[in-house]
T-cell receptor, first 115, second 112 residues
């Protein structure tokens, strides 16, 4: 079956522009995660959704970052007024249930470069 | 706080060598521990996990034992193959909350 997909795969933005990154999780997956991965580092947690509810947004680095999942499936991560430090790979993952021990399925990521 | 520390890479081994990748953690509550692997050109995928102290996770010949006394979850494989070349990430969640902490990753290169 289809895995987690993300679009666009690559995004170049000029400093100050707004960007929107899309995640299509595996159908029926309850949990959805966003991570930021800097070059040579591990994924850093940004936010977590259970269906349409955003239960944890403690990892969002500033109020320029906003995520939504209005119908409990597709999710969008929006970054306003992008800065160079926002350059990273943004990963989306989903899992079937609510249990934190369940396997997360990762998408290929969106590589954001802010110039 | 909650964090994971992994040994720095890259680790370069010959085929059939023994592999250990060290992972230690700090946690404010009760952790569940994971190893994820990222093969070249692919997304992260779960390799194995352990959710209770002294549990051993295993998959594809890899093993890791959750050691509460040493706060460790070291990854081992008795005989690596070229196809094991990848980046390996140790991760934890605490008290079954859906917030995950990843290590910085260890790149493994296996030479034929």
């Amino acid at each position: 079956g289809a895995g987690v997909s993300q679009s666009p795969r690559y995004k170049v933005a000029k400093r100050g522009q707004d960007v929107a990154l899309r995640c299509d999780p595996i159908s029926g997956h309850v949990s959805l995660f966003w991570y930021q991965q800097a070059l040579g580092q591990g994924p850093e947690f940004l936010t977590y959704f259970q269906n349409e509810a955003q239960l944890d947004k403690s990892g969002l680095p500033s109020d320029r970052f906003f995520a939504e999942r209005p119908e409990g499936s597709v999710s969008t991560l929006k970054i306003q007024r992008t800065q160079q430090e926002d350059s990273a790979v943004y990963l989306c993952a989903s899992s079937l249930g609510r249990d934190a021990t369940m396997e997360q399925y990762f998408g290929p990521g969106t590589r954001l470069t802010v110039t | 706080g909650n964090s994971v520390t992994q040994m720095e890479g890259p680790v370069t081994l010959s085929e059939e060598a023994f592999l250990t990748i060290n992972c230690t953690y700090t946690a404010t509550g009760y952790p569940s521990l994971f190893w994820y692997v990222q093969y070249p050109g692919e997304g992260l995928q779960l390799l194995l996990k352990a959710t209770k102290a002294d549990d051993k996770g295993s998959n594809k010949g890899f093993e890791a034992t959750y050691r509460k006394e040493t706060t460790s979850f070291h990854l081992e494989k008795g005989s690596v193959q070229v196809s094991d070349s990848a980046v390996y990430f140790c991760a934890l969640s605490v008290d079954n909350f859906n917030k995950f902490y990843f290590g910085s990753g260890t790149k493994l290169n296996v030479k034929p």
